[in-house]
């Protein structure tokens, strides 16, 4: 069982009457909102919060993109991504996406996450979200019409870059490219992938077509995620695939303290900041018409949004206890988070748990407490799990002692009556 | 009344329409929503005109051909010449609402010779950063078109009664989808440079209470057609043929026999 430790960046400062006052978090929020100079600590904070995860023992990093968005501070996480290629050495830097359907041309995707292969010895997962309908369609101006269309060219465009050791002509619908060669190309080719989604059939018919590790990022809880996953294993299942929980991921908001009381007098404000503030969404941004396909719609599964809408202000209304009892957040001591991690892996059936250890605008320090309980009171009594299993979906990186390690460069003394002394020489 | 069906073009690409009356042709160009039937709005004009009504590709029946049809003004438009000559019509008043008022202004203006009149009713395609106008699809996904009607209720009463609850539910989604793919993410079509192309008798309306294309859009049509004439319908908002049928049936005639008829000798 390999347990990631992700946070999605949230500003911590909305008002009290932010959802009276304010119509979204996202999209259209309030720039005035916004400090860049309270954000030069906020972000320094987050990513020393995902260098400790690396030391406490996570398996990998998360990170992901939003944009426009006051609870997700990461409209590159690539540039997240490179600082901790930089600053870890072991764990998975879990790029949980770039949303490809984003960045054209699409080889963009396949250089950055190669140079973060490259920098961080192969130790990327890259996650390729279709993005939410708020990303892609209303901050970004992708048209619904297409974007799956768009998302799926890339896709193929991407994979066939990283592997195709020649130049080659892309003529695509929404792409053309004249000369394609990658440089650099990613140590692990390919890394291993990730798709991060909320409900979508086609998404499903896709991890099982290419092998892909599928990553519900729900808000809402396991016990809401356990009807969407079985629906899930039910597919791969009817498509063949052999089960392995490896190829499936979920999300969980998670908080440990010493006892049950603690846990909801230290985490319950911060929950509630979450659940209220943090995905106050405006319904008109959460499905642009064509976002979802017929069949998707038939289904009944509605985007993250759109249904949270209704199911998240509930959360927001619920006692401690109820967001407890109905999943949408696991909290208590260490032997209670313990028996809630039990359900929820075997509900799910999954063996990559994203930890959303930090939420709303909780506090570094608190979070730090949360996060090593979590790493040295909870895990170790899941580790086992899902043994004999083999994990086809974390990365190769390679081996330790032939990997680069950053290095402290010492200036070459020079004085001022001197000419600077040539480096060039030196080095050999 | 049922559709009928014919192939057009090289594509050989099915085309679904209504077609009912006599006299000279008229070619309708649905509004974002498609059609709900042949509309009382139609039956009324097909007692004056040989009424065409077919559906746009990528909309109603025809949800499939999206994919092939390139989102600018070409294709839609050698689509709909396709249809005339599949139907063996030389030239017709053309009448478009809505997105179907921007394809009716590009066909006037890119063949003007198939067409003798044109009506645009709350016609898309136009941006002015001044006026702007309601986004016709950031609406909550339970009820994305309620924003085209003037009144709460009446997308109810004109889409959803006596029809399965999802499969007018999936169909309004998908004619949205496929008007998105022509409109996003601002109903700018670059028709502005095409305008002044248009010759034919030209008659521009705007329904009083559309806040999707604001009133304030009439004149900047009105002004880059040459000779246009421009009125409001009253108690109407975007989808003004399924609100007012009688008043947009008696605009359509009146302005067409009176400008754009051969007086009977």
Redesign the interface.
Known sequence: MKFHWFNLMPWPYLPDDFTEKHRSVWVDVDSRLFDARKANRIYNDYLDLLELAEDVGYDGLGINEHHQNAYGLMPSPQLMAATLARRTHRAAILLLGQSLALYDPPTRVAEEMAMIDCISGGRLISGFPVGSSMDD??AC?V????LR?QYHEAHDLIMRAWKDPDVFAWNGKHYKLRYVNLWPRPVQNPPPIWIPGGGSLETWDFCAQHKYNYSYLSFSGYIRGAQLMEGFWQRMETLGSDFNPYQAAFAQQICVAETDAEAQRLYEKHARYFFSRCLHV?????????Y?T?PT??AGL??QM?GQSSALNQAAALSWREMIDKGYIVAGSPDSVAEQIEKVVDSLKIGHLVCLLHFGDMPNDLCRYSTEMFATKVIPQMRSKWKGYEDHWSPKPMALQDRAEPRTVTPFPTHSNEPARQPVAEVK | MTLSTITVGPARRTVHYYRRGNGQPLLYLHHMLGMVGFEPALARLAESFDVIAPYAPGWGPA?DQ??DID?GPLDLTLHNVDLMNALNIKSAHVVGISIGAWMASELAAIVPQRVMSLVLVNPLGLWLDDVGGA?P??????M?SEVLFSESGMRKQFLFEGRDK?DA??EE??N??????FL??IPDTGVIRRLPRIEVPTLIATSEHDTVVPAAYGPAWRDAIAGSRLTTIPNAGHLAELEQPEAFAALVRDFIRAHAMPAVA
């Open positions: 369609n209303y101006g048209n619904p019409a297409t269309e405006y319904p008109g941004f959460a499905d642009a018409p064509g979802r017929e719609i038939r509605v985007s759109a | 949800k999206l994919e989102p986004d699809f950031a609406q909550h996904p339970g994305p999802m539910h999936v989604l998908l949205l989808r496929a008007s998105a793919k996003w993410p």
